[in-house]
């Protein structure tokens, strides 16, 4: 599903040289509830970034289902991304001025009877005509699933998906990757907190950029 092959991603500093990720070589099969954890800084939310096609490394190749991401022109990564990859934020980034359903059909937008299923599912029917500033934090980021999940991706990356929620809602987010999980998707979570560690099939540890 994902192979990381000996990736680094280092920056020139005035400082010197910082390396966010330092010969990574890593793994997660398809099915895989993969939670990633480590100190801040320690390149986990740049692990999802290269997973996701949207930052090429400075060495070492990334694969998803066979395919080198960084082979791929930017418009072909972006294509590759759209069908088989879902990402979920801490800071859910969601358009302001769209509804939740016309924030979740951005992903698919020939998909509007799976979205108003979907939107059900994940308790927002009463809330699908809502723009973002009337949501709350933990309406805001099932949103942002319903956005994920919406084109049924192969793989979902989730960057702190319960850093801004409470811990009911924490629980519910979690509980829906799950889901998705157990439906054949595979997951990615950064975290820093013990959210996902019930539901990890694997837990992958990062320090300075390297696994440990």
């Not at 987010?173 to 560690?197: C, F, P």
């Amino acid at each position: 599903m994902l192979i990381f092959d000996n990736v680094s991603k280092h920056y020139q500093t005035a400082d010197g040289v910082v390396k966010a990720l330092d010969g990574l070589n890593l793994t997660v099969d398809k099915g895989d509830f993969a939670v990633i954890k480590g100190p801040s800084g320690c390149g986990k939310s740049t692990l999802l970034l290269h997973a996701g096609g949207m930052l090429r490394p400075t060495e070492g190749t990334i694969s998803v289902n066979g395919q080198e991401l960084y082979q791929l022109s930017n418009r072909e990564r972006g294509e590759f991304r759209q069908k088989h990859v879902g990402f979920v934020f801490q800071m859910f980034h969601l358009l302001p001025y769209l509804t939740v359903r016309e924030n979740a059909l951005l992903a698919a937008p020939n998909r509007g009877t799976e979205a108003d299923a979907l939107i059900e599912r994940l308790g927002l029917a009463e809330r699908r005509h809502h723009l973002p500033s009337a949501l709350s934090a933990g309406e805001k980021q099932r949103t942002a699933i319903a956005r994920a999940l919406l084109p049924e991706p192969d793989l979902i990356l989730a960057d702190e998906p319960t850093g801004n929620l409470d811990p009911e809602n924490a629980a519910l987010v979690m509980q829906y990757l799950r889901d998705y999980q157990a439906s054949g998707g595979t997951v990615i979570v950064v975290t820093h907190g013990t959210d996902g560690n019930q539901f990890a099939t694997r837990s992958i540890q990062l320090k300075a950029g390297a696994q440990i």
